[in-house]
């Protein structure tokens, strides 16, 4: 999943990478065959341990969020040039001794992913977190490991893997930003689902709606969701 996007003047952005070993980097060119690294990009945030990840703003579910950033989508508002890149983000990679699993305290899979926006207002060269946008019904946590007092949770055998690993769709006809997400759910494998939000909103926190029973109707946080493309993942 490679970002890209045009500002104003229709030069071509993109952010590779993940904030962990290498970081995310930002590229500018006129077309993809001639992109050139411009360097690693700056957070005006905190990322890894819970409680000081993401300046301690929570994940929907009310877990403490934490870990790091995958640069999965971006939207450049051509008003302003004001960059909107949506993230994805794991419990289980980057939170050092927070990182959690199903399982307990530990890096690695299964965790659980939830979507996110950073912004920037420099062509990309720093960014703040803007909150979470799209995240799934089901808690992430389970009843054999319950992070921070929580109480409740998935069942291990059954358990959905959170919305991650998603795709941007500009739709220019209906100025909507669609968003493409997975997720895996264990006894029923990997599905695509899909949500949106209109360009007016640029897909801040609170702008998006999940397709579910054939219409935009739930919200992109915790809200209920029908699949869009069934036995798939990683659109």
């Known amino acids: 999943m490679i970002p890209l996007g045009r500002d104003s003047r229709g030069r071509l952005w993109s952010l590779l990478g993940h904030s962990g070993v290498g970081g995310i980097t930002l590229w500018q060119g006129s077309s993809v065959d001639d992109l050139q690294k411009i360097g690693p990009i700056r957070y005006h945030f905190n990322l890894g341990e ?13 877990v403490r969020s934490r870990g790091g950033v995958w640069a999965m989508g971006l939207w450049i508002d051509h008003k302003d040039d004001t960059f909107y890149c949506y993230i994805h983000n794991e419990t289980g990679w980057g939170a050092g001794a927070t990182s959690y699993t199903a399982f307990g305290y530990q890096e690695g899979e299964p965790d659980f992913r939830h979507l996110g926006l950073m912004v920037s207002r420099d062509y990309g060269r720093s960014w703040d977190f803007a909150g979470w946008i799209v995240t799934s019904p089901e808690p992430c ?3 054999a490991f319950q992070p921070e007092g929580m109480t409740g ?8 893997l959170g ?3 998603m795709t941007l769709f500009v739709n220019e006809q209906d100025e909507y930003l669609y968003i493409y997400f997975t997720k895996t759910c264990l006894g029923s494998g990997s599905a695509i689902y899909c949500a949106r939000a209109p360009f007016a909103s640029n897909g801040v926190p609170g702008a998006w709606t999940k397709y579910y029973n054939g219409a935009f109707s739930e919200p992109g946080n915790m809200g209920q969701e029908s699949p869009v493309c069934l036995n798939a993942c990683e659109p």
Request: glycine share 18%; aromatic share 14%; net charge negative.
């Open 141 to 143: 946590w389970t009843t």
């Open 50 to 62: 819970a409680g000081y990840a993401f300046n301690g703003i929570a994940y929907p579910e009310g």
């Open 163 to 165: 919305a991650g690993d």
């Open 153 to 160: 949770g998935q069942e291990p055998d059954t358990r959905c």
